[in-house]
Structure formats: structure tokens, C-alpha cells
């Protein structure tokens, strides 16, 4: 016997993702590159990777820490409703839909690679100041940190794209961003 739905407490009906919704939406996603049982979709990571590969660059060509400045975070949801995905409408009703086991954790995730990259741009623009007197080794190092930082955060986020549950919490990410 099927237990009662859950009543949303702001709206006193039930949220699609306290009955069968997420089984729909997984089914509805198989064979368009979102994850059927997290509801997520690892083309999103791409606007985290292209940061990766300007901060990357920026130690070999100094000129190109302006791109990493101009990079801006952008959420889940814009990122599908500007790109050309095939199923961009289906990736973010899936991910509004997302189970909070997987959803949670992602997105917190997303929110410290965000801080992260935001805090390269600035390092990395005092570090080379106006290209003319800065130190090579240095910011390559410091490249090297954030890409590194940022992709170990990337893969985490894939990870739980892919369904691997995890116990993430501020503190884990705190020591990662702290080495």
C-alpha cells in the first residue's frame, strides 16, 4: 500500500519530487546525456572547465587572466537555457527535480568552485599586475593551485552527477580549498 503523499508546507499540496516525478523525469532523461537516477548532467561542468583552461593558460600568457575576470558564474539553469543541448528544457526540469541526497551536495559544490574561481581572477590579476615586472614561477604556482583545486572540485561534482552518493560537507571542501 503506497503511503500518503507529503504535503509541501508552502503551498499544502504535494512537490513532484515527494511522488513518482523523479522516476518519470529518469525515464524521460535515458539516452540524452542526464543521469536517470540524479537527474543531473555533466554538461554543465563544461563552463567550469573552460575557467580551468584560462587560469591554465594565464601563467604562460599573461593576457588571458582578463578572460579569466570576465568569466562569470552562471547557474545550472542559464547555463542549459543559453547552450545548444538537445534537451535543455528536460535538464533543468530534471534538475529542479533532482533527489537532495544528489542536488545538496552539488550544489554546494558548484558554489565553492564559483567562490573559487572569482578568488583566481583577483589573485591572479594582482600577481601579474600590468604584465611588464610579474614573476613567471610565481604565478604559474598559483595557477597550478587553482586549476588543480578546481578540477579535484569537478570531479566531485561529476562524480555526483554520476550517481555517486556523498556525505560532502563544508568542511571537506574547506580542506581542499585550504591545501
Wanted: aromatic share 8%; net charge negative.
Amino acid at each position: 500500500m503506497a503511503s500518503a503523499p507529503v504535503k509541501n508546507r508552502e503551498y499544502g499540496e504535494s512537490h513532484p519530487s515527494e511522488m513518482g516525478w523523479p522516476k518519470t523525469l529518469g525515464l524521460l532523461a535515458q539516452g540524452r546525456n542526464i543521469n536517470p537516477e540524479t537527474l543531473l548532467a555533466t554538461d554543465y561542468l563544461n563552463h567550469f572547465n573552460e575557467v580551468v583552461m584560462l587560469i591554465e593558460m594565464s601563467a604562460d600568457m599573461p593576457d588571458c587572466v582578463e578572460d579569466v575576470v570576465c568569466w562569470e558564474p552562471i547557474s545550472y539553469e542559464e547555463h542549459f537555457l543559453r547552450s545548444g543541448f538537445a534537451a535543455k528544457e528536460l535538464a533543468v526540469l530534471a534538475y529542479e527535480n533532482s533527489p537532495s541526497k544528489y542536488r545538496e551536495p552539488f550544489d554546494m559544490i558548484v558554489e565553492q568552485a564559483n567562490r573559487l574561481a572569482g578568488e583566481a581572477a583577483t589573485r591572479l590579476t594582482e600577481a601579474i599586475g600590468d604584465g611588464k615586472n610579474f614573476d613567471p614561477p610565481v604565478v604559474a604556482e598559483m595557477a597550478r593551485k587553482y586549476t588543480d583545486t578546481l578540477r579535484r572540485l569537478v570531479d566531485m561534482a561529476s562524480g555526483i552527477i554520476h550517481g555517486h552518493e556523498t556525505q560532502t560537507d563544508q568542511s571537506e571542501i574547506d580542506a581542499i580549498l585550504a591545501e
